[in-house]
């Protein structure tokens, strides 16, 4: 039988390539992944949870570091004999002025070495030393100069706050992308628009995360000259502690000093967020 005359069901077929199967597409995030609920929180739960179970078990002496119970009562009674509220009223004015005058002061000189080679020229250097040296460690000649009141307290946090807001904002000034400064002298901005439209908006970030740094060290310097002959403000009051063996009012300073400058991290950060929203990053 011919292969012209044979039926159809013997003619040999060429066998069709079986078709490819569908591959499962697999979405693999390689970010951080969905923020957590309460997830800054999260870490200052945890260990308030350990020093209350070490307290409670008697892992953590009492006599080293008072129980968690203890510290609220102590709160409590600080509380109601106004102490406490008249020692915070005294630091946080010594805090918010310090750091205005850093943030004032940083910004304008990052703005002069970030627009001008001149200025640069004058100004980084001797940041740059400054940074290389904790504000600390001139309490010394500043107590020479200033003497111990509110002067030198309140210069000890400026510098603490000048270094950080300067760097960052002055790092954030000289990112900027160099195409934006030819289109705006193509289109022939002034020297303040110039200033108001690219300069401001493109440092925003850098200034943002140095005021962060800022606000941690104003309240880092605060701890340390309150303890230099005051007379009011947490410092004292811890130091006044010491004195007299009161290990509970020292911990309610720490504390206090650890919300505080969480709070105002936290407080940064939500602006930061709020004039930022234009920006995408791995944090979002």
Do not use: C
């Amino acid at each position: 039988m011919s292969a012209l005359t044979a039926p159809r069901a013997l003619v040999a077929r060429p066998r069709r390539a079986p078709a490819p199967r569908a591959r499962r597409r697999t979405s693999r995030r390689l970010g951080p992944g969905r923020a957590v609920p309460g997830g800054a929180a999260l870490g200052l739960l945890t260990l308030l949870l350990v020093w209350a179970v070490g307290s409670a078990t008697g892992f953590i002496d009492q006599r080293t570091l008072s129980a968690p119970w203890t510290v609220v009562g102590t709160t409590g009674e600080l509380l109601s004999q106004g102490r406490l509220q008249e020692n915070l009223a005294v630091s946080a004015q010594r805090a918010f002025l310090g750091l205005a005058l850093g943030i004032v002061l940083g910004t304008l000189l990052a703005l002069a070495s970030g627009l001008s080679r001149l200025g640069e020229a004058l100004i980084d250097g001797p940041v740059q030393v400054k940074r290389a040296i904790p504000s600390l460690a001139l309490l010394p000649l500043l107590i020479l100069w200033l003497g111990i009141g509110e002067t030198m307290k309140v210069v000890t946090i400026l510098l603490g706050v000048l270094v950080p807001v300067y760097i960052h904002t002055h790092n954030g000034l000289r990112t900027i992308d160099s195409r934006y400064v030819e289109l705006a002298e193509t289109v022939g901005l002034s020297r303040w628009a110039f200033v108001r439209r690219i300069v401001l908006p493109g440092a925003l970030p850098g200034f943002l995360l140095g005021l962060r740094f800022a606000v941690t060290g104003a309240w880092l310097s605060l701890v340390v000259v309150e303890q230099i002959n005051g007379t009011a403000g947490i410092g004292y009051m811890m130091e006044l502690a010491r004195t007299y063996g009161q290990t509970e009012i020292i911990v309610v300073g720490l504390v206090l000093y650890g919300v505080l400058g969480f709070g105002s991290d936290a407080l940064v950060r939500l602006v930061q967020r709020r004039a930022l929203t234009w920006r995408r990053t791995l944090a979002d």
